[in-house]
């Protein structure tokens, strides 16, 4: 037998041993990450290497202070991206598609995104993923007959890379959602024929009502079509709900059959 | 998976994410097991210092700071936590310190991989034992292994070839 048949050998024969504890590790009462204490200084130095430490930070500080005035660079935002369910989150990236920030928008959002987790440097895949089952766990994601609708907004000043992100939000999302054996239906909204001075308007107007821009521009188009709904009414809304309203202010219903809410045909991708 | 992917989730882990805590199990289970087995030598009582071994490193997770390989790391707990329990049972006369034969205890094992093993750790010192785990089922390099072994380079390779040697001799 030569060496590498040996070594094969040896990995499958003590693959086939090694018993499986993860689900007693899991059971056990200490089965969790324990949050981060910050240390005392007499952790990190002895009185003597604390003080030429000292000395070297001081003289550093002196060096970038005389050189050095601008600030310190921050990541640079490449992409920005919506989520919307109920909860709306805004997710922004960097040029490698690395997490910078996830933020909350409404209150919803804030129940989802734990505090615990610390998204920064995350893949957007493995945000997706958390912000879903959080999502789930909290009742925002439904399990019947009826689809989830999810609204995804893209802003990037690239056309290729917003292509790119949507399409692997729409794919990760309906993964994700698939999981819980629930149906869902990924809307990709993008940016309106509008001035610069409009789209600022719309970013405000979303801004001062804690919702996305995505979320805004839906009602907007629920308000052009009946004018008698208004933001406020409709701001609080699921996206699931709100294009129920937009599906049945395109197809008035003339008989209860046609419902979608009874089992008719679901709202349509940009419907 | 390769180092920079263990890595990655560990930094998940040190954050909070206790999602990748599967992940990570399954990449190091392997050689955590068998460091500690080739100390106590029992597979029911490897198990349960398997599962401290997780624990504990689960809870000093922030006091891995990434200058060695995270395998080195956890290994180092399971191989403390397992001597500490040896010296225990030597203090206590539970374990008859003559007996050089290793215990299956309750392991199930097909026959063949069980003859394998056997003669894994019949035939090999335990230093030879411990640098062929760590190698080839903990996929440690040479120079990792000196580091955690505390021994020269050179050292871990003549062991490993005179290791590799004797098994090619034997089976």
Not at chain 2, 124 to 153: C, M, N, T
């Amino acid at each position: 037998m030569n060496k590498h048949n040996i070594k094969f050998k040896i990995k499958e024969s003590c693959n086939e041993r090694t018993p499986d504890v993860l689900n007693k590790i899991k059971n056990s009462s200490e089965f969790r990450v324990p949050v981060k204490t910050k240390r005392s200084l007499s952790d990190y130095f002895s009185f003597k290497s604390f003080s030429y430490s000292l000395a070297t930070v001081f003289i550093l500080a002196i060096l970038v202070t005389l050189v050095f005035t601008s600030k310190p660079a921050t990541p640079v935002v490449a992409s920005t991206i919506t989520v919307d369910i109920n909860p709306s989150i805004e997710i922004t990236l960097d040029d490698d598609d690395y997490v910078i920030n996830v933020t909350a928008i409404n209150d919803e959002g804030e129940e989802v995104i734990s505090r615990d987790i610390k998204f920064r440097g995350l893949t957007l895949d493995r945000t997706i993923e958390i912000i879903i089952q959080k999502a789930h766990e909290r009742g925002y994601i439904i399990e019947t007959i009826e689809e989830n609708v999810i609204l995804i907004r893209v802003d990037s000043n690239n056309a290729a890379v917003t292509e790119r992100l949507e399409s692997q939000l729409e794919t990760k999302i309906a993964n994700e959602v698939n999981k819980y054996a629930a149906l869902v239906r990924v809307i990709k909204e993008r940016n309106p024929n509008v001035t610069d001075e409009q789209l600022e308007s719309l970013i405000n107007t979303a801004k001062n009502n804690r919702i996305t821009v995505a979320k805004l521009l839906l009602i907007r188009k629920i308000i052009i079509l009946d004018n008698t709904h208004t933001l406020d009414e409709l701001k609080d809304l699921p996206i699931r709900e709100l294009y129920r309203i937009k599906y049945l202010l395109l197809h008035p219903i003339d008989n209860e059959e046609d419902d979608p809410g009874n089992g008719g045909d679901p709202p349509g991708n940009g419907n | 998976m390769a180092d920079r992917d263990i890595n990655a989730l560990v930094k998940q882990l040190q954050n909070g994410d206790i999602e990748v805590f599967d992940d990570i199990y399954y990449q190091t289970k392997n050689v955590v097991y068998y460091s500690i087995f080739i100390i106590l030598k029992d597979c029911q009582l490897s198990e349960d210092i398997m599962q401290d071994t997780y624990l504990k490193a689960l809870n000093k997770i922030h006091t891995y700071k990434r200058k060695a390989h995270f395998k080195s790391w956890i290994v180092t707990i399971a191989k403390n936590l397992a001597i500490n329990e040896f010296n225990r049972r030597k203090r206590e006369m539970l374990i008859d310190l003559s007996e050089q034969e290793y215990m299956l205890g309750s392991c199930a094992s097909t026959a063949e991989n069980e003859v394998l093993i056997t003669q894994i750790f019949k035939v090999l010192s335990d230093i030879e034992k411990e640098v062929i785990l760590l190698h080839i089922i903990g996929d440690l390099k040479h120079r990792e292994i000196a580091k955690l072994l505390d021994k020269p380079i050179g050292t871990i390779t003549w062991i490993y070839n005179k290791a590799i040697k004797k098994l090619k001799d034997e089976v």
